[in-house]
């Protein structure tokens, strides 16, 4: 079983054991449902066939209540194991999810390359969808070995041999499910390189929706988006796990026809040992699907293991208030700073290397005399609140993006800093803004994300381009109000605009081109 979900099941014990105890139990009941109802079936016709007399003596009331309550056990049991089984590995990989997205997240944040956002998305999909698979079958697992086990006893009422021959036909039906599984995990491997490839090229492609609808691209994407490559292999897998189906139903038959052979007893009882045979032999053949996802899911595991052996970083405490250096430059707590320069000299680069979402800025920065760099976003987000240029907003209402910049935001606070934005007039807190705000315009979106800075209560603001987008007058406006807001929080700004309104609000410019010269006499 999966070891990255030892701890997650930890939580779910419960639910397994009981989970387990009813995969056991339906496993018996179904194995003496179908030995009695064999010999029930079988003895009654003897009795008819022996005459008036047998019959009133033939005692059908037991072996009936026996049937009936070994039918309902089944389907309580088969339900108590779905939905035991299934509820702890929801629960255990939703936890497993969250982990491995906060991972995966703070590496990227600390300049750990997460790859292509559609392989990830195959690795938060279709490998976790394995390791769930693999904890519902450890509680399946329970009910194939009490199933087999109890079938050979049940077949041991037929004598010796008929014993010896089940005992030795199960173990020949794992050897060659063992034996036929190890030749998958090349298969498997292909199949989920293809799944991957194929969702990563989906990612990419989906990006430029409106391009594509424009100048009708879907025809040409979707011909490229066809996999020969993919189809192929999941063939050839399916294939393969076919075959082992087929040996487990080939073995299953031979092994009831050689214990018919080799039985010892009336009739009634060669029934209820065939019947019960069938029964043990089919949830015993369950468990050659455990065989062939088991590597599977080993490979699995290892993608996902490689993504959470992200290590989080455990940055130095900042003060409540830190200076901060910029490009040989120092500012006291609350200095207003305006990063200029021409459009890609490199602004934006600097403002998110401060921020620590990005470690490509050539100048010299320090935080608390910390270099960003080292601190990462875990050791800078206590004391920046950034608004980047693309503004992004969730899929959601506007009280829900608000809700983002910290815990415990009540409605008035809320709508104290919409009113800072002049955003108060867009729509209501309740009004749902589509995915990625996309009910507003672009300057709505930067008002709202504007808002939303300005209730994280951080000692720096970071904006980039805040009032791009935005007619004069409005910007006017938000320029009076953040400026008021401003003085009365004592909040620092690290400004990027090329509006000359918005630019006022800064008392000291830095120039962002970068100077070797400068950085080397730091």
């Known amino acids: 079983m999966s070891g990255l979900l030892d701890a997650p099941l930890a939580g779910q014990k ?28 079988v003895g009654a016709g003897v009795a008819g066939l022996a005459g008036p007399l047998a019959v009133a003596g033939f005692n059908y009331l037991l072996p009936s ?3 009936r309550a070994a039918a309902i056990t089944r389907t309580a049991g088969r339900y108590g194991e779905r939905m035991l089984g299934h509820r702890a590995a929801l629960f255990a990989l939703a936890e497993l999810r969250a982990q491995l997205f906060a991972r995966v997240a703070q590496g990227a944040l600390n300049g750990r390359d997460p790859g292509r956002s559609g392989a990830m998305a195959a690795r938060f999909g279709r490998d976790v969808d ?20 109890a ?86 897998l399916a294939r393969a796990e076919a075959v082992i189906t087929a040996s487990q139903t080939i073995l299953a038959s031979v092994i009831v026809a050689l214990i018919a052979w080799s039985a010892q007893g009336g ?25 062939a996802r088991a590597r599977q899911v080993r490979q699995a595991e290892a993608r996902l293991q490689a993504m959470e052996s992200a290590q989080t970083p455990h940055p130095p405490a900042l003060t409540s208030n830190p200076a901060l250096h910029i490009a040989g430059r120092d500012f006291a707590p609350g200095a207003r700073i305006l990063l200029s320069g021409p459009s890609g000299i490199g602004k934006t680069r600097l403002l998110e290397t401060l ?85 507003l315009s672009g300057g709505q979106r930067r008002r709202v994300a504007l808002a939303r800075v300005l209730l994280a209560g951080r000692p ?12 004069r007058e409005t910007e006017a406006l938000l320029c009076q109000r953040l400026k008021q807001w401003l003085d009365q929080t004592g909040t620092g700004l690290v400004l990027v605009s090329h509006r000359p309104a918005m630019a006022q609000l800064a008392a000291e410019t830095v120039n962002s081109a970068f100077r070797p010269d400068a950085a080397n006499r730091q």
């Open 355 to 439: 921020a620590g979402l990005r470690e490509d800025a050539p100048q010299v920065l320090r935080v608390d005399g910390i270099d960003p760099r080292t601190l990462g976003l875990a050791g800078l987000r206590g004391t920046f609140a950034v608004m980047t240029q693309d503004a992004p907003l969730i899929a959601g209402s506007l009280a829900d993006n608000l809700a983002l910049a910290r815990p415990g935001i009540d409605r008035a606070a809320m709508e104290r800093a919409l009113w800072v934005a002049c955003a108060q007039d867009i729509v209501p807190l309740d009004q749902w803004l589509g995915g990625d705000g996309a009910r």
């Open 130 to 149: 394995l390791l769930e698979d693999a904890a519902i079958r450890r509680v399946a697992r329970v009910g194939g070995w009490t199933g087999g086990l």
């Open 460 to 471: 720096w603001l970071l904006l980039d381009e805040p009032s791009e987008g935005l007619d």
């Open 14 to 41: 419960r639910a397994l054991r009981w989970g387990m105890v009813c995969a056991g139990g339906a496993a018996l009941a179904a194995i003496g449902l179908l030995g009695v109802a064999g010999w029930f079936l």
């Open 151 to 236: 079938g050979l006893a049940m077949v041991g009422l037929l004598g010796w041999g008929a014993a010896m021959v089940m005992a030795l036909g199960m173990a020949a039906m794992r050897l060659v499910s063992h034996w036929l599984a190890a030749r998958l995990p090349a298969l498997q491997a292909q199949v989920a390189q293809a799944h991957a490839a194929a969702q990563a090229d989906y990612a990419d492609m989906a990006g430029p929706a409106a391009d594509i609808a424009v100048y009708d691209l879907a025809p040409q994407l979707a011909a490229a988006l066809e996999s020969s490559d993919m189809a192929r292999a999941e063939h050839a």
């Open 65 to 67: 209540a026996a049937i």
């Open 267 to 291: 009739a009634p009882m060669l029934a209820l040992g065939l019947l019960a045979a069938m029964a043990a032999l089919e949830i015993w053949a369950g468990l050659a699907a455990h065989d």
